[in-house]
């Protein structure tokens, strides 16, 4: 080997362990900047999950919140229609009473 291909193979040797390094160099900042994100979305996934059951147990107490409301309509619904029963069969006693009462006084004015 030549004086002149030994120092174009010790130039291309150079050249290439710069280039190593500065693959390296990048492919290390790289690697921080992944592990970084990495720790973020780690962080944003714990966060969300918090948030998820938080909102899971506030959905149950509203369904449960929800089921009484309904319940309780059911059951004034219910006390509605009694009373409303209950209404009119007084005031058909009480028609039947007015009704009495006044052939009563029919029959005591006609004698």
Partial sequence: ???EQM????????NSQAQNAADIGKLTADVQGLNELQA????HIADLTRVVASLGT??????AEVREAINNLIIANEVTR????????????????????DQRVTDLESK
């Avoid at 120092?7 to 150079?14: G, K």
């Avoid at 973020?40 to 962080?43: C, E, I, R, V, Y």
């Avoid at 009694?82 to 009462?101: F, H, P, Y």
């Fill in 58 to 63: 506030q959905a149950e107490s509203d369904r």
């Fill in 40 to 43: 973020q979305t780690s962080k």
């Fill in 7 to 14: 120092e174009r193979a010790i130039e291309f040797l150079l």
């Fill in 1 to 3: 080997m030549t004086l």
């Fill in 82 to 101: 009694k009373l409303s029963e209950d209404v009119a069969r007084l005031a058909v006693g009480m028609s039947q009473r007015v009704t009495d009462i």
